[in-house]
């Protein structure tokens, strides 16, 4: 299968796609070289700044960048580190969702608002209240409503919540050794979603789980292979919405099913196989009759996990719409 390195010229991950206009946009978290440690609770990912790239062929077209469109020292309630970032549009406004530390190392999510889809987004004062966690996307639903899905463990700090009250200080605690994430057959994590307000700058009701189940309707257990880590994203097709995450350190990508945006969703199988570096984080959209799969991995860098590289390739359903899995490693 086909695959392409979009943007050769620097080092971008976790790619979040939209159509605005007839064009693709592509939101990435951006990789910076300096001195990373490396370790599971992320500090390796440097990353303080956010560009826009767009193209209007993902395969073989010219991508563009429109330049740096929000900045660490924006943001009044900096700390650290902005990871992976979603945009949604609603009313000719465009309305970033990211997560960052703030000033006590507890992630938080922010939102900054732009006239158009290359940005500048200039960043709320404040995070959106009651928020945690990382890994943003946004679907837009049928009916004009828009609804989160966020949460990522160890570094993304998700293990340190239960309904959305937190049980540990995740500025301290956010590693894969915390006592409060489960083990063996215990209940995996799942990830969370909710629904946006009406300005599209705070939550509108409390998050709720994202349960993945098997076909018998139980839920995936933490050691399962196939169970949510990180690196929601949703998008529909047929009618139907395909809930797809990353696993984390078992490194795919899988992908489930359900009827309706709050789940539960019963999964279906694995998209994406292992890459070169350590994560994988993605999203999937529709353009011009086509559907694509936009990842990263660290092939450029020779491996570095906390330097990736984005990367396009087609992805196909068959006919009972099942995805089919594509090789991470060629």
Same mark, same amino acid.
């Given at each position: ?71 660490? #020292?924006?943001?009044?309630? *900096? =700390?650290?580190?902005?990871? $992976?970032?979603? &945009?949604?549009?609603? !009313?000719?406004?465009? /309305? ?27 960043? #709320?004062?404040?995070?959106? *209240? =009651?928020?945690?966690?990382? $890994?943003?996307? &946004?679907?837009?639903? !049928?009916?004009?409503? /828009? ?184």
């Amino acid at each position: 299968m086909k695959k392409r390195y979009l943007y050769p010229a620097d080092y971008m991950a976790d790619p979040s796609v939209h159509v605005f206009n007839n064009r693709i946009y592509i939101y990435p978290s951006h990789d910076w070289e300096c001195d990373n440690t490396e370790n599971d609770t992320g500090d390796q990912y440097v990353m303080k700044d956010y560009h826009v790239l767009s193209t209007d062929d993902p395969m073989e077209g010219e991508v563009v960048d429109h330049g740096k469109v929000l900045d660490l #020292e924006d943001i009044k309630w *900096h =700390g650290r580190q902005l990871w $992976d970032c979603d &945009v949604a549009e609603k !009313d000719g406004k465009y /309305y970033m969702y990211f997560p960052m530390k703030d000033k006590n190392d507890v992630f938080r999510q922010g939102v900054a608002v732009a006239d158009n889809p290359a940005g500048p987004f200039i960043p #709320e004062p404040e995070p959106i *209240h =009651g928020s945690y966690s990382i $890994d943003m996307a &946004v679907l837009k639903d !049928d009916d004009g409503s /828009y609804y989160m899905y966020f949460g990522g463990l160890w570094g993304g700090q998700l293990q340190c919540y239960r309904d959305n009250v937190g049980i540990e200080d995740p500025a301290v605690n956010n590693n894969p050794d915390s006592k409060n994430l489960p083990h063996g057959n215990q209940p995996a994590i799942p990830s969370r979603m909710v629904k946006l307000s009406d300005d599209m700058l705070q939550y509108a009701e409390e998050p709720k789980p994202i349960v993945v189940v098997d076909a018998q309707g139980k839920p995936l257990a933490a050691d399962d292979p196939h169970r949510f880590f990180e690196a929601s994203w949703v998008h529909k097709y047929n009618g139907k919405y395909y809930f797809s995450y990353s696993t984390g350190d078992t490194h795919m990508l899988c992908y489930a099913i359900g009827d309706n945006p709050y789940g539960p969703f019963t999964y279906q199988g694995v998209i994406l196989t292992p890459v070169v570096g350590w994560t994988t984080h993605h999203s999937i959209v529709e353009y011009k009759g086509k559907w694509y799969l936009f990842h990263h991995d660290s092939v450029p860098s020779g491996g570095k996990s906390w330097l990736r590289s984005l990367k396009v390739c087609q992805l196909e359903y068959d006919s009972n719409g099942k995805i089919q899995t594509i090789e991470g490693i060629d």
